[in-house]
Structures are given as C-alpha cells and as structure tokens.
C-alpha cells in the first residue's frame, strides 16, 4: 500500500489514541504490519491500536463508507469527502436566530448534501479533504443528505488523499440527482435540471466582494416554472434548450430559486431531447404537490371558491405607500384621502387542501367583468361599498375557478398572488356520471 493510501487510516489510529502517538511512528508501524508481516489493513489497524494501549474496538464503531454507498436513516456514518462548497444560512427555530451552513461533499464514487448544524465548531472550507465522522443521514424527496450535529468531528486530511473533484457533469464527476421543475424545493444541492430558457436578464449586483455580473430569468418545462440566477456568463439565450447540473435551490418565502455557478455544467439540448417542454401556459398543480415543495412560480391551479374574506371588493389605499386605509387612516402615514382599489381575497379548494388567493385590481375588473370606475359609481348611488363585494361573492362563491400565478408560504400557509383567474365550464351531466361512479364505488 502506497503512503497516501495509508495516510487516511494513520489519521484514524491517531484518532483512536487521542493523540497520544505521533503519527511519524503509526505510520512506520502500520507500513511494517502490511508490507512485512502481510497482514489485512483491518487486523494491521487493530494490531497497531493495540500495541500503543488503544482499544481495537474503537476502530469499528464508525461505519466507514464511500457516498455512493449512503443511505437515509443511518448513524455514525464516516466518510472520507472532498468539500466542494460551503454556504452560511441562518434559519430561524422555535422563535430564535440560528447561524448553520449547507453545502457539498464528494469522494469518487459521486456526491451528497450536508448540512452543518455547528459551523463555528467544525471548521473546513471548499477545497478541503477530510474525514467526517459520527455523522448521521436523512432521506428527503428520494436525495440522501448528511447531517453534522453535536457528535459530528472532522479531521483534516491531506491534500491528495482523494483525486481532484471539480470537474463538471459529463467528465470524471458523478452528476447529482435529476429533477423536475415541479419537484425543486429549498434546500437542494447538486441538482440536475432540463429545460427552456423562457427569459434572461443581466443585472449587476454589489457584493461583499465588489460588483458582480449575475444572469437571471426564467426557466419551464413541462411540469412548471422556476426562476432562476447565474453567477457566472453561460451565454444564455430566450428560447434555448439546456440541462443545467451541479446546481442548487434556495427559496424565498416558500418559492423555490434555482442557482448555478461556475462549478456547474450546462448543455445545449435538441429540441427531440425534450419533447413536451414548452413555455406556454403550465399544466394544473394540486394544491398538495405544491405544498409538498413549499411554494411555486407561475402555477396553475384549479378548484371551487369556498370563502370570499373581508377585505375584498373596493378598497382605498394610501397615496403615499399603497398599504390599505381603514377608516381614513394609514396606519403609516395617519389621515389621508385614499385612493380608490379593487381586491379578492378569497380561498380556494381543489377537493384536498386549501389555497388562499389574492387577486388585484386587473384580474378583480377582468372577474367582475366591470372597471374600477364602473364599481365606484355603483357603490356611491347605492351609498353603500360593500355592494362590490356582493357582486364578487356572486361571481365567485362556490363556483369552479382556475387561478394562475406565484405561490408563496408563510406561518399562515400558502398564498397565491394571483396573475390570471377565469371561471372553469363543468359539464354537469359529465360530473354527475362521474359522481355516481365513484359512488358506486363505495358500495
């Protein structure tokens, strides 16, 4: 065995002596018991271990494995990774601030997620090789990731103990998990996603590093929409075809935001490479499936309206800051004299969960089919506001709908901000078959 093969294990006999025995003289034991006595590299570890007053056993109560090897659920997980990046994120728990960091590791054989949930303690940086031990694994959405708590410890390894990797997807390195648009939720490393770039925008931004160039836009297919952010210049265009690999999710208020940068890989693609992607209008979501991801960019959903709340029909809002006047006062800028707005806030159900949904004045004229105007002269000669909101309750109540538009979520739940409505037409007969089948299917 080569002398950086065996680095990783002197490291860990080390370990296991606590420090006890330079490693210049576990080495040169270890190398005696391999290349002289030819024993296996596991009873040449014990034999070491022991020779210097350590406990063999100590050796086994990790679970050495490679990446590829990982599964969800396991404990005391020990890997030899390469760091490909590090991310600081602060989340709040049970009401607090808490800092932690996610990123990406990697060995030979492929690559995993991890989360830190101590980065001041344990401390490593892209780039690095080490030795992660006591680590424990989940499963989310089918992806394996690696959680670092307080029983974690990382060993820093040398340099060529692992190969180089950071080529992009399609050489040497493994390529991550392949997801749809529709199936991209906060948190994701390493994701591999195929689409059409339905729009891009170059922005600077100011960085804690100066001015930085960032690409943004949207990308479809078939399942949805996403938006999301280039750090580095892919030359992308409107219309174009790409897989993009070794990317990354982050959300904003429940919204999933896909980012990729100069580590990642993107591809041109054939139109017969992805047949139904399109960048018309999405196909219907259920209300759960985005739930499940915690949020959607310009989703399309159907279902009854069950609720119109207080608050919709005519509004007035402040001229200074848009927010709602409620008995000629903001409660920003005190007495003013509103302006005249149109609103819904209602809830929709599509037979499994709940949405509630906003809708502005463009979309309320568009489902009222009257302008603002048309509805302030009806409520100054009724002398009476609230006939507006009569007319979107008769409208809308209990009536089949399908709303189109970003679906955010917070302590409350989800909410769409609504960009398209429109009543659905049910053919009742057809629903009445329906029904009676699945009645009969009870029986």
């Not at 002596?17 to 190398?31: D, R, T």
């Not at 709940?354 to 309320?364: C, E, G, I, K």
Request: glycine share 10%.
């Amino acid at each position: 065995m080569e002398k950086d093969e065996i680095a990783p294990h002197v490291k860990e006999i080390a370990r296991v002596l606590n420090g006890k025995v330079e490693e210049s003289k576990i080495e040169e034991e270890l190398e005696n018991y391999l290349n002289v006595y030819r024993v296996s590299l596991d009873t040449a570890k014990r034999s070491v271990v022991k020779n210097f007053g350590g406990d063999p056993n100590a050796l086994t109560r990790g679970n050495r494995r490679k990446v590829s090897d990982v599964k969800g659920g396991e404990q005391n997980v020990d890997l030899l990774v390469r760091v490909l990046t590090l991310n600081p994120k602060e989340v709040e728990i049970k009401g607090e601030k808490r800092q932690l960091a996610y990123g990406l590791v990697a060995d030979e054989t492929g690559s995993m997620g991890y989360t830190l949930w101590e980065p001041q303690r344990l401390l490593f940086k892209p780039g690095d090789v080490i030795m992660l031990r006591n680590a424990y694994s989940k499963e989310y959405n089918g992806r394996v990731d690696l959680n670092l708590g307080n029983r974690a410890n990382v060993e820093q390894m040398p340099k060529d103990a692992l190969p180089q990797i950071d080529a992009p997807a399609g050489g040497s390195y493994a390529p991550g998990e392949t997801v749809k648009v529709g199936e991209l939720a906060d948190g994701m490393n390493n994701v591999t996603v195929s689409g059409r770039i339905v729009t891009v925008e170059r922005r600077e931004i100011n960085t804690e590093d100066g001015a930085k160039v960032v690409f943004s836009g949207i990308l479809a297919d078939e399942t949805g929409k996403v938006q999301y952010s280039a750090w580095a210049d892919y030359q992308l265009k409107e219309g174009e075809l790409v897989r993009i690999s070794r990317a990354y999710v982050k959300g904003w208020k429940g919204v999933p935001k896909l980012n990729f940068g100069e580590r990642a890989g993107v591809v041109r693609l054939k139109a017969e490479d992805l047949p139904e992607v399109t960048s018309g209008k999405p196909k219907p979501r259920s209300i759960e499936d985005i739930e499940r991801v915690g949020g959607a960019t310009d989703a399309l959903v159907i279902g009854t309206i069950v609720d119109v709340k207080e608050g919709s029909g005519l509004i007035k809002r402040c001229p200074q800051c848009k927010r709602v006047v409620l008995k000629g006062a903001c409660r920003i800028h005190g007495k003013v004299e509103g302006i005249w707005d149109l609103r819904v806030k209602a809830i929709l159900d599509d037979g499994n969960s709940t949405l509630a949904v906003v809708m502005n004045r463009t979309v309320t004229e568009t489902v009222l089919g009257q302008k603002l105007e048309d509805c302030v002269k009806r409520a100054q000669e009724a002398l009476n506001p609230d006939v507006v909101r009569e007319m979107v309750e008769e409208k809308i109540l209990a009536k089949p709908m399908q709303v189109r538009g970003n679906v955010l979520s917070d302590e409350y739940g989800l909410m769409m901000i609504v960009s398209e409505a429109s009543a659905v037409e049910t053919d009742l007969k057809e629903a009445a078959v329906a029904m009676l089948a699945e009645l009969e299917g009870f029986q």
